[in-house]
Protein backbone atom coordinates (compact mmCIF):
# COMPACT_ATOMS: atom_id res chain seq x y z
CA UNK A 1 0.00 0.00 0.00
CA UNK A 2 1.33 3.22 -0.97
CA UNK A 3 2.49 6.19 2.06
CA UNK A 4 0.44 8.72 2.64
CA UNK A 5 0.64 12.26 1.11
CA UNK A 6 1.73 14.35 3.55
CA UNK A 7 0.83 18.01 4.14
CA UNK A 8 1.44 20.35 6.54
CA UNK A 9 -0.93 23.34 7.47
CA UNK A 10 0.78 26.66 8.51
CA UNK A 11 -1.65 28.58 10.87
CA UNK A 12 -1.32 32.42 10.67
CA UNK A 13 -4.30 33.75 11.71
CA UNK A 14 -7.24 35.53 9.84
CA UNK A 15 -10.54 35.79 9.76
CA UNK A 16 -10.63 31.61 8.24
CA UNK A 17 -9.27 31.00 11.87
CA UNK A 18 -10.76 33.76 14.21
CA UNK A 19 -13.65 33.09 16.98
CA UNK A 20 -15.67 35.64 18.55
CA UNK A 21 -13.75 37.13 21.50
CA UNK A 22 -16.57 36.50 23.99
CA UNK A 23 -18.06 32.91 23.43
CA UNK A 24 -21.35 32.53 22.90
CA UNK A 25 -21.67 35.96 22.19
CA UNK A 26 -21.91 37.12 18.25
CA UNK A 27 -21.47 40.42 18.44
CA UNK A 28 -17.99 40.67 20.40
CA UNK A 29 -15.34 41.55 17.79
CA UNK A 30 -13.62 38.57 15.88
CA UNK A 31 -9.93 37.22 17.33
CA UNK A 32 -7.50 34.66 16.11
CA UNK A 33 -8.41 31.60 18.02
CA UNK A 34 -6.24 28.55 18.32
CA UNK A 35 -6.82 25.63 15.83
CA UNK A 36 -7.50 23.12 18.19
CA UNK A 37 -10.52 25.04 19.00
CA UNK A 38 -11.12 25.72 15.04
CA UNK A 39 -10.85 22.44 14.61
CA UNK A 40 -14.35 21.54 16.25
CA UNK A 41 -15.99 23.26 13.35
CA UNK A 42 -14.23 21.45 10.64
CA UNK A 43 -15.57 17.86 10.68
CA UNK A 44 -14.30 17.01 7.10
CA UNK A 45 -11.00 17.20 8.02
CA UNK A 46 -11.70 13.93 9.39
CA UNK A 47 -12.38 12.58 6.21
CA UNK A 48 -9.20 14.00 4.91
CA UNK A 49 -7.38 12.69 7.44
CA UNK A 50 -7.88 9.05 6.04
CA UNK A 51 -6.93 10.03 2.86
CA UNK A 52 -3.22 11.92 3.45
CA UNK A 53 -1.55 12.93 6.92
CA UNK A 54 -2.29 17.05 7.91
CA UNK A 55 0.08 17.99 10.08
CA UNK A 56 -0.98 21.24 11.60
CA UNK A 57 1.18 23.47 12.99
CA UNK A 58 0.72 27.09 14.68
CA UNK A 59 2.80 30.17 13.59
CA UNK A 60 2.20 33.57 15.67
CA UNK A 61 -1.49 34.20 15.45
CA UNK A 62 -2.18 37.66 13.92
CA UNK A 63 -4.70 39.59 11.99
CA UNK A 64 -3.28 39.72 8.86
CA UNK A 65 -3.35 43.64 8.53
CA UNK A 66 -0.40 42.98 11.33
CA UNK A 67 1.60 41.36 8.29
CA UNK A 68 5.20 42.32 8.31
CA UNK A 69 8.70 41.19 6.54
CA UNK A 70 9.91 39.27 9.34
CA UNK A 71 7.07 37.09 9.42
CA UNK A 72 7.44 36.31 5.72
CA UNK A 73 10.95 34.91 6.73
CA UNK A 74 9.63 33.07 9.58
CA UNK A 75 6.79 31.24 7.64
CA UNK A 76 9.89 30.59 4.70
CA UNK A 77 11.90 29.38 7.07
CA UNK A 78 9.66 27.23 8.55
CA UNK A 79 8.54 26.03 5.19
CA UNK A 80 12.44 25.29 4.50
CA UNK A 81 13.25 23.82 7.29
CA UNK A 82 10.14 21.09 6.51
CA UNK A 83 10.55 20.42 2.92
CA UNK A 84 11.68 17.11 3.00
CA UNK A 85 9.78 15.96 5.15
CA UNK A 86 6.36 16.94 3.22
CA UNK A 87 4.86 16.85 -0.08
CA UNK A 88 3.23 20.17 0.06
CA UNK A 89 1.91 22.94 2.07
CA UNK A 90 -0.72 25.46 3.24
CA UNK A 91 -1.11 28.52 4.41
CA UNK A 92 -3.87 29.60 6.36
CA UNK A 93 -3.68 33.91 6.34
CA UNK A 94 -6.15 36.82 6.54
CA UNK A 95 -7.11 38.54 3.14
CA UNK A 96 -6.27 41.77 3.65
CA UNK A 97 -2.16 41.00 2.48
CA UNK A 98 -2.63 37.49 1.26
CA UNK A 99 -1.74 38.45 -2.06
CA UNK A 100 1.74 40.43 -0.20
CA UNK A 101 2.73 37.17 1.23
CA UNK A 102 2.10 34.65 -1.46
CA UNK A 103 4.08 37.33 -3.36
CA UNK A 104 7.05 37.10 -0.74
CA UNK A 105 6.71 33.27 -0.72
CA UNK A 106 7.31 33.06 -4.38
CA UNK A 107 10.67 34.70 -4.42
CA UNK A 108 11.86 33.43 -1.21
CA UNK A 109 11.45 30.21 -1.86
CA UNK A 110 14.53 29.60 -4.39
CA UNK A 111 13.97 26.30 -6.53
CA UNK A 112 10.31 25.40 -5.73
CA UNK A 113 9.34 22.02 -6.74
CA UNK A 114 6.35 21.34 -4.21
CA UNK A 115 3.01 23.52 -4.01
CA UNK A 116 2.61 26.12 -1.32
CA UNK A 117 -1.10 26.92 -1.40
CA UNK A 118 -2.06 30.42 0.85
CA UNK A 119 -6.24 30.29 1.54
CA UNK A 120 -8.30 31.95 4.07
CA UNK A 121 -11.44 33.31 3.92
CA UNK A 122 -14.30 35.98 4.02
CA UNK A 123 -16.20 34.07 6.68
CA UNK A 124 -14.90 32.31 9.97
CA UNK A 125 -14.97 28.45 9.82
CA UNK A 126 -17.09 28.26 12.67
CA UNK A 127 -20.14 30.47 10.58
CA UNK A 128 -22.77 28.06 9.29
CA UNK A 129 -22.24 30.20 5.67
CA UNK A 130 -18.80 30.08 5.71
CA UNK A 131 -16.42 29.70 3.00
CA UNK A 132 -13.52 28.24 4.64
CA UNK A 133 -14.33 24.79 4.39
CA UNK A 134 -14.78 24.70 0.55
CA UNK A 135 -11.21 26.20 0.22
CA UNK A 136 -9.93 24.83 3.28
CA UNK A 137 -10.47 21.29 1.47
CA UNK A 138 -9.46 22.19 -2.13
CA UNK A 139 -6.37 23.71 -0.76
CA UNK A 140 -5.21 20.40 1.33
CA UNK A 141 -6.09 18.21 -2.05
CA UNK A 142 -4.07 20.40 -4.55
CA UNK A 143 -1.18 20.77 -1.69
CA UNK A 144 -1.11 17.07 -1.48
CA UNK A 145 -1.26 16.64 -5.09
CA UNK A 146 -4.08 14.05 -4.30
CA UNK A 147 -5.28 13.38 -7.70
CA UNK A 148 -4.37 16.25 -9.54
CA UNK A 149 -1.08 17.18 -11.04
CA UNK A 150 1.79 18.75 -8.58
CA UNK A 151 1.87 22.42 -8.85
CA UNK A 152 5.30 23.98 -7.94
CA UNK A 153 4.26 27.28 -7.02
CA UNK A 154 2.86 29.51 -4.64
CA UNK A 155 -0.50 29.99 -5.18
CA UNK A 156 -3.63 31.54 -3.86
CA UNK A 157 -7.13 29.22 -3.25
CA UNK A 158 -9.55 31.29 -3.49
CA UNK A 159 -13.66 30.39 -4.66
CA UNK A 160 -12.97 27.50 -6.39
CA UNK A 161 -10.34 29.20 -8.43
CA UNK A 162 -6.57 28.48 -8.39
CA UNK A 163 -4.43 31.70 -8.74
CA UNK A 164 -0.56 32.78 -9.07
CA UNK A 165 0.20 34.12 -5.73
CA UNK A 166 2.45 36.43 -6.87
CA UNK A 167 0.07 37.73 -10.11
CA UNK A 168 -3.16 38.22 -7.20
CA UNK A 169 -4.78 40.77 -6.25
CA UNK A 170 -7.80 40.94 -3.62
CA UNK A 171 -10.53 42.59 -5.49
CA UNK A 172 -13.67 42.47 -2.74
CA UNK A 173 -13.13 43.56 0.60
CA UNK A 174 -16.79 40.96 1.49
CA UNK A 175 -16.98 38.76 -2.16
CA UNK A 176 -16.55 35.56 -2.01
CA UNK A 177 -14.98 35.77 -5.24
CA UNK A 178 -12.60 37.92 -3.18
CA UNK A 179 -9.42 37.41 -5.17
CA UNK A 180 -8.55 38.00 -8.93
CA UNK A 181 -5.24 37.57 -11.43
CA UNK A 182 -5.85 40.70 -13.40
CA UNK A 183 -3.20 39.95 -16.28
CA UNK A 184 -2.64 36.08 -15.60
CA UNK A 185 -5.40 33.08 -16.39
CA UNK A 186 -5.99 30.72 -13.68
CA UNK A 187 -3.82 27.76 -13.11
CA UNK A 188 -7.02 25.90 -12.13
CA UNK A 189 -10.43 26.02 -11.90
CA UNK A 190 -12.57 23.88 -9.27
CA UNK A 191 -15.77 22.40 -9.88
CA UNK A 192 -17.45 18.95 -9.55
CA UNK A 193 -13.61 18.67 -10.59
CA UNK A 194 -10.53 19.85 -10.40
CA UNK A 195 -9.56 21.35 -13.93
CA UNK A 196 -5.36 22.04 -13.83
CA UNK A 197 -3.84 24.37 -16.38
CA UNK A 198 -0.84 22.64 -16.72
CA UNK A 199 -0.19 24.89 -19.63
CA UNK A 200 0.14 28.51 -17.35
CA UNK A 201 2.26 26.42 -14.63
CA UNK A 202 5.69 27.29 -13.87
CA UNK A 203 7.77 24.12 -14.79
CA UNK A 204 9.59 22.58 -11.32
CA UNK A 205 13.10 23.66 -11.24
CA UNK A 206 15.80 21.06 -11.76
CA UNK A 207 17.87 23.14 -8.97
CA UNK A 208 18.32 22.38 -5.63
CA UNK A 209 15.66 24.22 -3.36
CA UNK A 210 16.85 26.69 -0.11
CA UNK A 211 15.41 29.93 1.27
CA UNK A 212 16.65 33.31 0.65
CA UNK A 213 16.18 35.09 4.22
CA UNK A 214 16.41 38.38 3.64
CA UNK A 215 14.53 41.39 2.98
CA UNK A 216 14.49 45.25 2.51
CA UNK A 217 12.04 46.84 4.38
CA UNK A 218 12.64 50.21 3.29
CA UNK A 219 10.68 50.43 0.09
CA UNK A 220 7.26 52.07 -0.59
CA UNK A 221 4.72 52.35 -2.86
CA UNK A 222 3.50 55.67 -3.79
CA UNK A 223 0.82 57.22 -6.10
CA UNK A 224 0.64 60.38 -8.79
CA UNK A 225 -2.62 61.79 -8.20
CA UNK A 226 -4.21 65.33 -10.07
CA UNK A 227 -2.50 68.33 -8.59
CA UNK A 228 0.85 66.66 -7.15
CA UNK A 229 3.04 69.09 -6.05
CA UNK A 230 6.56 68.22 -6.44
CA UNK A 231 7.37 69.15 -2.70
CA UNK A 232 5.12 66.05 -2.03
CA UNK A 233 7.62 63.86 -4.10
CA UNK A 234 10.54 65.46 -2.46
CA UNK A 235 9.26 64.92 1.30
CA UNK A 236 8.88 61.39 -0.02
CA UNK A 237 12.33 60.78 -1.79
CA UNK A 238 13.54 62.45 1.37
CA UNK A 239 12.39 59.82 3.90
CA UNK A 240 16.01 58.74 5.58
CA UNK A 241 17.21 54.86 4.25
CA UNK A 242 14.63 54.99 1.66
CA UNK A 243 15.72 52.93 -1.00
CA UNK A 244 13.24 51.83 -3.62
CA UNK A 245 10.16 53.48 -4.69
CA UNK A 246 7.09 51.57 -6.55
CA UNK A 247 5.38 54.59 -8.63
CA UNK A 248 2.14 54.01 -9.49
CA UNK A 249 1.44 56.37 -12.69
CA UNK A 250 -1.66 56.61 -15.09
CA UNK A 251 -2.92 54.41 -17.92
CA UNK A 252 0.29 53.02 -19.38
CA UNK A 253 3.06 54.59 -17.29
CA UNK A 254 2.35 58.50 -17.61
CA UNK A 255 2.67 61.15 -14.93
CA UNK A 256 2.20 65.33 -14.88
CA UNK A 257 5.33 67.02 -17.10
CA UNK A 258 5.76 69.60 -14.76
CA UNK A 259 9.55 69.74 -14.87
CA UNK A 260 10.24 69.83 -11.07
CA UNK A 261 8.38 66.66 -10.54
CA UNK A 262 11.07 65.09 -13.35
CA UNK A 263 13.80 66.92 -11.80
CA UNK A 264 12.44 65.38 -8.25
CA UNK A 265 12.59 61.84 -9.16
CA UNK A 266 16.09 62.23 -11.28
CA UNK A 267 17.78 63.82 -8.30
CA UNK A 268 16.66 60.62 -6.39
CA UNK A 269 17.73 58.20 -8.57
CA UNK A 270 20.50 59.55 -10.50
CA UNK A 271 21.42 61.63 -6.82
CA UNK A 272 20.42 59.01 -4.06
CA UNK A 273 20.50 55.68 -5.47
CA UNK A 274 16.60 55.10 -5.25
CA UNK A 275 15.07 52.71 -7.81
CA UNK A 276 12.15 54.31 -9.12
CA UNK A 277 10.14 51.76 -10.49
CA UNK A 278 6.78 52.40 -12.57
CA UNK A 279 3.54 50.41 -12.87
CA UNK A 280 -0.06 51.47 -14.04
CA UNK A 281 -2.84 52.20 -11.39
CA UNK A 282 -5.13 50.13 -13.63
CA UNK A 283 -6.42 47.10 -12.91
CA UNK A 284 -5.26 45.40 -16.27
CA UNK A 285 -2.31 46.00 -18.68
CA UNK A 286 0.72 47.06 -18.76
CA UNK A 287 3.23 50.23 -18.40
CA UNK A 288 4.98 51.39 -22.13
CA UNK A 289 7.06 53.95 -21.45
CA UNK A 290 7.86 55.86 -24.06
CA UNK A 291 4.60 55.15 -25.84
CA UNK A 292 3.24 59.28 -24.66
CA UNK A 293 5.36 61.67 -24.36
CA UNK A 294 3.88 62.31 -20.63
CA UNK A 295 6.43 59.24 -19.84
CA UNK A 296 9.35 59.78 -21.51
CA UNK A 297 11.21 61.88 -18.89
CA UNK A 298 10.66 58.92 -16.59
CA UNK A 299 12.77 57.03 -18.75
CA UNK A 300 15.44 59.88 -19.45
CA UNK A 301 15.46 60.33 -15.91
CA UNK A 302 16.03 56.21 -15.35
CA UNK A 303 12.99 55.09 -14.22
CA UNK A 304 12.21 51.43 -15.13
CA UNK A 305 9.24 49.74 -16.07
CA UNK A 306 7.43 47.33 -14.23
CA UNK A 307 5.40 46.20 -17.16
CA UNK A 308 2.00 44.37 -15.89
CA UNK A 309 3.59 43.60 -12.84
CA UNK A 310 0.60 44.03 -9.49
CA UNK A 311 1.57 46.58 -6.92
CA UNK A 312 2.21 44.07 -4.37
CA UNK A 313 4.38 41.95 -6.46
CA UNK A 314 6.39 45.08 -7.69
CA UNK A 315 6.68 46.12 -4.13
CA UNK A 316 7.86 42.65 -2.88
CA UNK A 317 10.33 41.64 -4.99
CA UNK A 318 11.66 45.14 -5.12
CA UNK A 319 12.51 44.49 -1.41
CA UNK A 320 13.68 40.61 -2.14
CA UNK A 321 15.70 41.89 -4.96
CA UNK A 322 17.48 45.29 -2.48
CA UNK A 323 17.51 41.89 0.54
CA UNK A 324 20.05 40.40 -1.78
CA UNK A 325 23.17 42.70 -1.71
CA UNK A 326 23.56 43.52 -4.99
CA UNK A 327 24.44 47.07 -6.45
CA UNK A 328 21.45 49.17 -7.48
CA UNK A 329 22.02 48.72 -11.11
CA UNK A 330 21.40 44.91 -10.66
CA UNK A 331 18.38 45.91 -9.10
CA UNK A 332 16.86 48.03 -11.66
CA UNK A 333 18.27 45.33 -14.31
CA UNK A 334 16.61 42.53 -12.52
CA UNK A 335 13.52 44.25 -11.79
CA UNK A 336 12.57 43.76 -15.35
CA UNK A 337 13.16 40.30 -15.67
CA UNK A 338 10.64 38.01 -15.29
CA UNK A 339 12.25 35.72 -11.89
CA UNK A 340 8.99 33.96 -10.57
CA UNK A 341 6.63 34.26 -13.23
CA UNK A 342 5.29 37.67 -11.75
CA UNK A 343 4.94 39.59 -15.00
CA UNK A 344 4.56 38.41 -19.16
CA UNK A 345 7.61 40.45 -20.58
CA UNK A 346 11.20 40.49 -19.49
CA UNK A 347 12.44 44.07 -20.85
CA UNK A 348 16.19 44.09 -21.89
CA UNK A 349 17.33 47.83 -22.47
CA UNK A 350 20.78 48.46 -24.23
CA UNK A 351 21.76 52.22 -22.99
CA UNK A 352 23.90 54.30 -25.13
CA UNK A 353 24.68 57.63 -23.52
CA UNK A 354 25.72 60.82 -25.11
CA UNK A 355 25.89 60.91 -29.08
CA UNK A 356 26.47 62.21 -32.01
CA UNK A 357 27.06 62.19 -35.61
CA UNK A 358 29.94 63.67 -37.22
CA UNK A 359 29.97 63.76 -40.86
CA UNK A 360 26.42 62.29 -40.48
CA UNK A 361 27.58 59.16 -39.00
CA UNK A 362 27.89 57.96 -35.65
CA UNK A 363 28.75 53.99 -34.73
CA UNK A 364 27.70 53.58 -31.37
CA UNK A 365 29.42 50.98 -28.85
CA UNK A 366 28.67 47.12 -29.61
CA UNK A 367 26.63 45.86 -26.66
CA UNK A 368 26.36 42.22 -25.80
CA UNK A 369 23.27 40.32 -25.30
CA UNK A 370 22.73 39.46 -21.72
CA UNK A 371 22.45 35.86 -19.86
CA UNK A 372 18.40 34.88 -20.35
CA UNK A 373 18.31 37.10 -23.53
CA UNK A 374 16.16 34.80 -26.30
CA UNK A 375 15.87 35.33 -29.65
CA UNK A 376 12.92 33.33 -30.62
CA UNK A 377 10.81 35.05 -27.84
CA UNK A 378 11.29 38.83 -28.97
CA UNK A 379 7.35 40.21 -28.86
CA UNK A 380 8.23 43.95 -29.00
CA UNK A 381 11.63 46.39 -29.57
CA UNK A 382 11.97 50.09 -29.65
CA UNK A 383 14.46 52.88 -29.85
CA UNK A 384 14.22 56.09 -28.28
CA UNK A 385 16.34 59.43 -28.77
CA UNK A 386 16.21 61.84 -26.08
CA UNK A 387 16.85 65.42 -26.37
CA UNK A 388 17.73 65.86 -29.69
CA UNK A 389 20.08 69.02 -30.82
CA UNK A 390 20.49 69.77 -34.43
CA UNK A 391 24.04 70.49 -35.09
CA UNK A 392 24.59 71.19 -38.25
CA UNK A 393 21.83 71.49 -41.15
CA UNK A 394 22.97 71.35 -44.65
CA UNK A 395 19.98 72.91 -45.81
CA UNK A 396 16.37 72.82 -46.26
CA UNK A 397 15.27 70.08 -46.92
CA UNK A 398 13.64 67.31 -43.85
CA UNK A 399 16.10 65.89 -41.41
CA UNK A 400 16.22 62.31 -41.26
CA UNK A 401 18.11 59.07 -39.17
CA UNK A 402 18.53 55.99 -41.14
CA UNK A 403 19.15 52.98 -37.86
CA UNK A 404 21.18 50.77 -38.15
CA UNK A 405 21.78 47.13 -36.19
CA UNK A 406 24.95 44.93 -36.53
CA UNK A 407 25.93 47.00 -40.16
CA UNK A 408 29.34 48.83 -38.64
CA UNK A 409 29.71 50.35 -42.75
CA UNK A 410 26.54 52.06 -43.08
CA UNK A 411 26.71 55.75 -44.74
CA UNK A 412 24.69 57.99 -46.27
CA UNK A 413 24.50 56.08 -49.75
CA UNK A 414 23.34 53.04 -47.96
CA UNK A 415 20.36 51.67 -48.58
CA UNK A 416 17.36 51.96 -46.09
CA UNK A 417 15.85 48.57 -47.67
CA UNK A 418 18.44 46.26 -46.73
CA UNK A 419 17.24 44.03 -43.69
CA UNK A 420 20.13 45.61 -41.69
CA UNK A 421 17.76 48.99 -41.34
CA UNK A 422 15.94 48.60 -38.53
CA UNK A 423 13.79 51.93 -39.49
CA UNK A 424 13.90 55.85 -40.63
CA UNK A 425 12.92 58.55 -38.27
CA UNK A 426 11.50 61.04 -40.53
CA UNK A 427 11.51 65.35 -39.84
CA UNK A 428 13.53 65.09 -36.79
CA UNK A 429 13.29 68.48 -34.98
CA UNK A 430 15.33 70.20 -32.31
CA UNK A 431 15.20 69.30 -28.77
CA UNK A 432 12.97 66.17 -30.00
CA UNK A 433 12.84 62.83 -28.17
CA UNK A 434 11.65 60.39 -30.28
CA UNK A 435 10.72 56.27 -30.83
CA UNK A 436 11.33 54.29 -33.51
CA UNK A 437 8.94 51.10 -33.73
CA UNK A 438 11.40 48.64 -34.97
CA UNK A 439 10.22 45.48 -33.77
CA UNK A 440 10.05 42.86 -36.70
CA UNK A 441 13.47 44.56 -38.22
CA UNK A 442 15.30 44.07 -34.98
CA UNK A 443 13.94 40.32 -34.68
CA UNK A 444 15.33 39.19 -38.14
CA UNK A 445 18.89 41.09 -37.74
CA UNK A 446 19.79 40.41 -33.94
CA UNK A 447 21.74 37.32 -33.72
CA UNK A 448 22.64 34.52 -31.03
CA UNK A 449 26.21 35.44 -29.85
CA UNK A 450 26.50 38.26 -31.37
CA UNK A 451 26.77 41.87 -29.67
CA UNK A 452 23.82 44.68 -30.51
CA UNK A 453 25.68 47.55 -32.72
CA UNK A 454 23.99 50.33 -33.80
CA UNK A 455 25.13 53.17 -36.44
CA UNK A 456 23.14 55.95 -36.54
CA UNK A 457 23.03 57.48 -40.55
CA UNK A 458 21.42 61.36 -40.37
CA UNK A 459 20.82 62.90 -43.99
CA UNK A 460 21.10 66.60 -44.27
CA UNK A 461 22.94 67.60 -41.84
CA UNK A 462 24.78 66.55 -38.56
CA UNK A 463 23.02 66.12 -34.52
CA UNK A 464 23.45 65.34 -31.25
CA UNK A 465 21.25 63.43 -28.17
CA UNK A 466 21.49 62.89 -24.54
CA UNK A 467 20.83 59.41 -24.77
CA UNK A 468 19.50 56.28 -26.86
CA UNK A 469 17.60 53.50 -25.31
CA UNK A 470 17.09 50.26 -27.25
CA UNK A 471 14.20 48.22 -25.84
CA UNK A 472 13.67 44.92 -26.21
CA UNK A 473 10.57 42.96 -24.24
CA UNK A 474 10.61 39.40 -24.69
CA UNK A 475 7.85 36.48 -23.76
CA UNK A 476 8.57 34.43 -20.62
CA UNK A 477 6.03 31.78 -21.18
CA UNK A 478 7.60 28.59 -21.81
Same mark, same amino acid.
Given at each position: ?27 ? %? #??? =? ?5 ? *??? /? +? &? ?77 ? %? #??? =? ?5 ? *??? /? +? &? ?78 ? #? ?93 ? #? ?163
Amino acid at each position: MAAKRKVLMLCTGGTIGMLHKVKDDPTS %P #LVP =AKWKEIE *NNF /T +A &LKELRERFDVVTDEMKLIDSSDMHPEYWTDLAKKIGDHYNEYDGFVVLHGTDTMSYTATALSFMLENLDKPVIVTGSQL %P #LAK =ARTDAVQ *NLV /T +A &LIIAASDGVPTIPEVCILFNNVLLRGNRSRKVSSSGFAGFDSPNYPPLAKIGEHIDIYTKVIRKPSAEGFFVSEFLEPNV #LTFDIFPGIRAEILEKVFDIEGLKGVVMKTYGAGNIPSAPELLENIGDAINGKNIAVINITQCQQGMVEMGLYDASMGLLRNGVISGVDMTPEAA #LVKMMFLLGQGYDIDTVKDLMQRNLRGEQSVNVFNFMYKKGETKNNICNMQAQPLPAGFEIGKIVKANIRFSKIAITNKKNKKPLNLSIFMNYPKADVATSTDIPQCIGVLENVSEEADCMLECTQKASQVIAPGRPVQLTVVSQNGNLSWDDVVLSIYTDVMD
